[in-house]
């Protein structure tokens, strides 16, 4: 086989994304991260990754990779600089480079090997992908051009050589997405929108092997007052299948009749066994460090309430050792005043949830997390957070289920919360885009859910589908 270099240009700054552009996250990757694993698994060797720009951040991105460094500290003077140093990390055995940009997140494996191929049927000295006649990047350079190659100057690259040898160069004609590059912000999102997740990242587990289930409800069986579609079918689907449940919530604001009462409303009858709020979860924990009737500050509603009055604590307006702050629709700024007061004086700040919005039948309005940043910024002190993505709403959870983790999975609508504290736990997670995740958040997020679906109705088809109808 034809032995082919990787130049990996990952050296430039661009000013449009506010980091590095060989940073941004594209399925659970940075940018730089893709081309090199593209390039290695073309075959290339080596892999060369010329640095420059935020060197030890992208560095630190590819540990454990197969490649080796140049580093580029006259980044700023353009892509030629970078050129020459790549060239000069070649071994002389080398018969031609392919130079990778990192703004072209589809270009593939597939893609490299194509223009080896007619790298090797053309002995062509330059290769390169065309969609409808438009020449683009990355382009192959036969070691005979490597001299002109390191001769150029300025931000051209391989363009002026591309001409002077234009008559001899050959294309390779691809689907013209693969080649789209990422320039401004803008074309990061629409590139996003252009490929669903699901055809990305094939699902990582079987449904079938699911004994129990951990579900949010806000964005995933309703979004405020409107049940999600084939929301009585998913809970005929889980008893008809024995599958053990439990609804677990972050919203610390209902009490589980409340949650109960309205599934009831939209066709779906629980017992409260299957419900858990992180008011719930809140006054488990306080128990387990708090001595029995102590002094609690509450800011938050009913749920929370009745869940710490329930668990023996005394509610009080002043000279609390224990501030718990859960979401708040009745929050004014008295209310934040009383509880900062109070956190200033010395009382343990806890926070039944994270979630910065919730995602009502409108949009998305500020949570709970919104209000814990704005005592934060008011005292200074840090909230220690009960609900997910901490660990103690799931364990609950599992222990009602007697559950083991590999049979378990969670469905919920948020990365940063439900599907990240799923994959801390080690629990098979799936994410629906019902409520507040959407797929560009999916693509620019480091989270990685096991599965994906259009909502729990789709779910539902898919578990069906699996079993075999
Ligand atoms: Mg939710």
């Not at 190659?149 to 997405?177: F, H, P, T």
């Not at 940043?373 to 599992?398: C, F, N, R, S």
């Not at 049979?407 to 919920?412: D, F, K, N, Q, R």
Request: hydrophobic content about 45%; overall charge negative.
């Amino acid at each position: 086989m034809t032995h082919i270099g990787g130049i990996v240009l990952a050296a430039g700054a661009s000013s449009r994304f506010g980091r590095p552009k060989q940073l941004l996250q594209w399925a659970g990757k940075p940018l730089v991260a893709r081309a090199v694993d593209a390039a290695l698994e073309a075959g290339l060797e080596p892999v060369v990754v010329v640095l420059g720009c935020a060197a030890a951040q992208v560095r630190a991105e590819l540990e454990d990779r197969a490649v080796q460094w140049v580093m580029n500290w006259r980044w700023e003077e353009g892509l030629s600089t970078s050129v020459r140093l790549g060239l000069a990390m070649l071994p002389p055995d080398t018969e031609g480079a392919i130079f990778l940009q990192c703004d072209q997140p589809l270009v593939t494996a597939k893609l490299l090997k194509k223009l080896i191929l007619r790298f090797e049927s053309t002995q062509a000295p330059i290769v390169y992908p065309t969609h409808a006649g438009q020449r683009s990047t990355p382009v192959l350079f036969d070691r005979a051009l490597f001299p002109a190659l390191a001769g150029v100057s300025g931000d051209k690259g391989g363009r002026s050589l591309i001409a002077r040898y234009g008559d001899q160069a050959v294309s390779v004609e691809v689907d013209g997405l693969l080649l789209t590059d990422i320039d401004t912000p803008d074309d990061y999102e629409r590139l996003l929108k252009a490929i669903p997740y699901s055809e990305a990242i094939p699902p990582k587990f079987s449904l079938a092997e699911i004994r129990h289930l951990i579900v949010d409800m806000d964005g995933v069986l309703w979004r405020g007052n409107e049940p999600v579609e084939g929301l009585v079918d998913f809970f005929d689907l889980l008893r008809q299948r024995e599958i053990g449940f439990v609804l677990a919530t972050n919203n610390a604001s209902q009490r589980p009749d409340q949650y109960m009462n309205k599934l009831a409303r939209f066709g779906v009858t629980v017992g409260p066994e299957h419900i858990l709020t992180s008011a719930q979860a809140t006054a488990d924990y306080l128990a387990s460090i708090a001595p029995p009737g102590a002094r609690v500050h509450v800011l938050g509603m009913e749920g929370l309430r009745d869940a710490l009055t329930a668990g023996g604590f005394t509610l009080v307006e002043e000279g609390a050792e224990y501030v718990v702050v859960g979401w708040a629709i009745d929050l004014t700024w008295r209310k934040l005043a009383v509880a900062a007061l109070q956190i200033q004086a010395g009382a343990t700040f806890i926070g039944t949830n994270p979630d910065v919005t919730f995602p009502s039948e409108v949009g998305p309005v500020p949570g709970n997390g919104a209000q814990l940043a704005a005592l934060q910024a008011a005292t200074g002190v840090a909230p220690l957070v009960i609900g997910k993505p901490e660990p103690w709403l799931y364990q609950e959870a599992m222990r009602r289920l007697g559950a083991t983790p590999e049979t378990t999975a969670v469905i919920g609508d948020r990365l940063d919360t439900d599907i990240a504290g799923g994959v801390r736990a080690g629990l098979r997670t799936i994410l629906v885009l019902s409520g507040t995740s959407n797929e560009s958040d999916l693509r620019a997020s480091p989270v990685r859910p096991d599965l994906v679906a259009a909502d729990i109705g789709e779910l539902a088809r898919l578990w069906k589908e699996e079993m075999g109808g």
